[in-house]
């Protein structure tokens, strides 16, 4: 039994990536258990960039198996393109090297417009990433409406579901808006039998792949998407994503139970960031000329999925001990301390200030979180470049001061520290 878990812990984009490559050196098998292909990851590697949203980045590592669990949402259409992308790169995949769970949900054309009706012009818009995530999930949930990838193995079977499903479909997409795009059965089902032919020899079993690999000793890396905060039980509900993003689950989402997880890494970037709708207390919304934009340009803020522009701002511990403490981290890594450099002085948030009461705790609902100012405690800046450093004694003293008061405020050791992209730009703080 070795498993573990790397889980963001703010609002996702904390460069989980980079620490997944750090450790696929010491795993076999790499698992995504939650969300699709809203997931954005960039990782670098040997000087080349790679972009994936659906599939594990552990797959980038020749002798690791990458494993798509059951509580992921799969566009069969993204599944392909990332595969023929990393042929491409010249990174072998095959049957063996890439599983996918015949037990995670389908991804339909009629869920990316269900989503894109529900989102557009409406003044409650979350602010998705446009991926039919959300009404996939929610199709799951309401079981008569969701297909599996093991159907589409079965031609005749996958045409009476969809044959039963899509003028349903059509009926709430015309619902919704007159102007919807609406969509023939039979078409969809000859497109996804064309997939099915391609996808066939990834689709398995992964509960009993993942349990016979944990008896002959195998060492599973899971390598959650998005961030706690987005988790759609304990997130800053309803700006959340519609999965279990922090390592809640695990469990669910790939049938491998919590008790096999020995070491948990929570991953936060120095400062926080968000895309998309939703509370953000310590967001620095200071114009064009502002610590918020400074930030976003040297960290390159920007979606990976989508291109938006991420909202930047101060390290808010308030929502990292909530978050580290929901994910049970037993330790924290520290991301992009290195885009900090440019600042005079820094400053992290300890507590908020709700309604006239100060408080140390993380409301669990948006509406209660929008109402909560930022209680700082301010650190002064270093002001140099540290992206060529290597060992924690060559950090500048206000440095280690900054990784040091994380420490101090989240209560559990900092194992890494990161000053750029590279594999090498990694500072190991044991
Ligand atoms: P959805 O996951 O596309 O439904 O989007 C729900 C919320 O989660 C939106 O605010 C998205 O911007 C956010 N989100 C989804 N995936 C990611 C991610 O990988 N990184 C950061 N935010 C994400």
Same mark, same amino acid.
């Given at each position: 039994?070795?498993?573990?878990?790397?889980?963001?812990?703010?609002?996702?984009?904390?460069?989980?990536?980079?620490?997944?490559?750090?450790?696929?050196?010491?795993?076999?098998?790499?698992?995504?258990?939650?969300?699709?292909?809203?997931?954005?990851?960039?990782?670098?590697?040997?000087?080349?960039?790679?972009?994936?949203?659906?599939?594990?980045?552990?797959?980038?590592?020749?002798?690791?198996?990458?494993?798509?669990?059951?509580?992921?949402?799969?566009?069969?259409? #993204?599944? *392909?393109? !990332?595969?023929?992308?990393?042929?491409?790169? &010249? @990174?072998?995949?095959?049957?063996?090297?890439? +599983?996918? /769970?015949?037990?995670?949900?389908?991804?339909?054309?009629?869920?990316?417009?269900?989503?894109?009706?529900?989102?557009?012009?409406?003044?409650?818009?979350?602010?998705?990433?446009?991926?039919?995530?959300?009404?996939?999930?929610?199709?799951?949930?309401?079981?008569?409406?969701?297909?599996?990838?093991?159907?589409?193995?079965?031609?005749?079977?996958?045409?009476?579901?969809?044959?039963?499903?899509?003028?349903?479909?059509?009926?709430?997409?015309?619902?919704?808006?007159?102007?919807?795009?609406?969509?023939?059965?039979?078409?969809?089902?000859?497109?996804?039998?064309?997939?099915?032919?391609?996808?066939?020899?990834?689709?398995?079993?992964?509960?009993?792949?993942?349990?016979?690999?944990?008896?002959?000793?195998? #060492?599973? *890396?899971? !390598?959650?998407?998005?961030?706690?905060?987005? &988790? @759609?039980?304990?997130?800053?509900?309803?700006? +959340?994503? /519609?999965?279990?993003?922090?390592?809640?689950?695990?469990?669910?989402?790939?049938?491998?139970?919590?008790?096999?997880?020995?070491?948990?890494?929570?991953?936060?970037?120095?400062?926080?960031?968000?895309?998309?709708?939703?509370?953000?207390?310590?967001?620095?919304?200071?114009?064009?000329?502002?610590?918020?934009?400074?930030?976003?340009?040297?960290?390159?803020?920007?979606?990976?999925?989508?291109?938006?522009?991420?909202?930047?701002?101060?390290?808010?511990?308030?929502?990292?001990?909530?978050?580290?403490?929901?994910?049970?981290?037993?330790?924290?890594?520290?991301?992009?301390?290195?885009?900090?450099?440019?600042?005079?002085?820094?400053?992290?948030?300890?507590?908020?200030?709700?309604?006239?009461?100060?408080?140390?705790?993380?409301?669990?609902?948006?509406?209660?979180?929008?109402?909560?100012?930022?209680?700082?405690?301010?650190?002064?800046?270093?002001?140099?470049?540290?992206?060529?450093?290597?060992?924690?004694?060559?950090?500048?003293?206000?440095?280690?001061?900054?990784?040091?008061?994380?420490?101090?405020?989240?209560?559990?050791?900092?194992?890494?520290?990161?000053?750029?992209?590279?594999?090498?730009?990694?500072?190991?703080?044991?």
């Amino acid at each position: 039994m070795d498993c573990t878990c790397v889980v963001g812990l703010q609002w996702g984009d904390e460069a989980k990536g980079k620490i997944v490559d750090l450790l696929t050196a010491d795993h076999h098998i790499v698992v995504r258990y939650n969300g699709g292909a809203n997931a954005g990851h960039t990782i670098v590697k040997n000087g080349k960039t790679y972009k994936l949203s659906l599939l594990p980045t552990g797959i980038l590592s020749s002798h690791m198996q990458a494993v798509i669990g059951n509580g992921v949402v799969v566009n069969p259409v #993204r599944f *392909l393109e !990332e595969v023929t992308n990393l042929r491409a790169a &010249d @990174i072998a995949v095959s049957g063996e090297n890439l +599983v996918l /769970s015949s037990h995670a949900h389908l991804i339909f054309p009629y869920h990316v417009e269900e989503e894109r009706l529900a989102e557009f012009g409406s003044p409650q818009a979350i602010g998705t990433t446009g991926r039919g995530i959300g009404p996939c999930y929610q199709d799951k949930l309401s079981r008569t409406n969701g297909i599996r990838v093991g159907e589409l193995l079965y031609p005749d079977h996958l045409r009476d579901r969809l044959r039963y499903i899509v003028p349903r479909k059509n009926t709430l997409l015309r619902a919704l808006s007159p102007e919807a795009e609406t969509f023939d059965a039979d078409a969809l089902c000859a497109e996804y039998l064309g997939y099915a032919e391609q996808m066939k020899p990834h689709i398995a079993d992964t509960f009993q792949l993942l349990h016979k690999a944990l008896k002959s000793g195998k #060492r599973l *890396l899971f !390598e959650a998407a998005q961030g706690s905060l987005l &988790d @759609i039980d304990h997130g800053t509900f309803p700006y +959340v994503t /519609s999965s279990s993003s922090s390592t809640t689950g695990i469990w669910s989402g790939s049938g491998v139970p919590a008790k096999n997880l020995t070491r948990i890494i929570g991953i936060i970037k120095a400062y926080t960031s968000r895309v998309g709708r939703g509370p953000f207390p310590t967001e620095l919304d200071d114009g064009p000329t502002g610590l918020g934009e400074t930030i976003r340009r040297i960290g390159r803020e920007y979606g990976t999925v989508t291109g938006r522009p991420r909202r930047c701002g101060w390290l808010d511990l308030v929502a990292v001990r909530y978050s580290a403490t929901l994910a049970g981290a037993d330790e924290v890594t520290v991301m992009l301390l290195d885009v900090l450099s440019a600042l005079d002085e820094l400053k992290i948030c300890t507590a908020y200030e709700l309604d006239g009461q100060r408080i140390d705790y993380f409301p669990g609902d948006a509406f209660l979180l929008e109402r909560c100012k930022p209680v700082y405690e301010t650190l002064p800046g270093w002001r140099c470049d540290i992206s060529s450093v290597r060992k924690p004694s060559d950090l500048p003293a206000a440095a280690r001061r900054y990784v040091e008061r994380i420490a101090e405020l989240v209560q559990l050791p900092v194992s890494i520290v990161s000053v750029g992209p590279d594999r090498e730009q990694t500072i190991m703080m044991k």
